[in-house]
Nanobody, 119 residues
Framework: QVQFVESGGGLVQPGGSLRLSCAAS????????MGWYRQAPGKQRVLVAT???????????SLKERFTISRDISRDNAMNTIQLQMNSLKPEDTAVYYC?????????WGPGTQVTVSS
């Protein structure tokens, strides 16, 4: 069983920045790729960015220009924490952000963290 807890969301003005964090616990030692997902109101959850335990990253569309995913590695080489630095935020970034495995996400999602970009 794997658990995820996201934090760091909030209300920010357009052009602002936020840094999200995700704490993963449980049977995480076998996970080699983690990801951030987001779900905007009335839309499906989509993948935003992924990172491997080797540090290789990938981003959806042009988000690489504004978002940066990173990870911490535990002593047993497990990704126990991942972050998402979001800069130059736009209203269309408003969503609930979740972390999970970057491929074939687990069924048990965390509560997510709300990001609202509004003036």
């Amino acid at each position: 069983q794997v658990q995820f807890v996201e934090s760091g969301g909030g209300l920010v003005q357009p052009g602002g920045s936020l840094r999200l964090s995700c704490a993963a616990s449980g049977s995480i030692s076998g996970i080699y790729i983690m990801g951030w997902y987001r779900q905007a109101p009335g839309k499906q959850r989509v993948l935003v960015a992924t990172i491997t335990n080797g540090g290789r990253t990938n981003y959806a569309g042009s988000l690489k220009e504004r978002f940066t995913i990173s990870r911490d590695i535990s002593r047993d080489n497990a990704m126990n924490t991942i972050q998402l630095q979001m800069n130059s935020l736009k209203p269309e970034d408003t969503a609930v952000y979740y972390c999970n495995r970057g491929i074939s996400p687990y069924a048990n999602w965390g509560p997510g963290t709300q990001v609202t970009v509004s003036s």
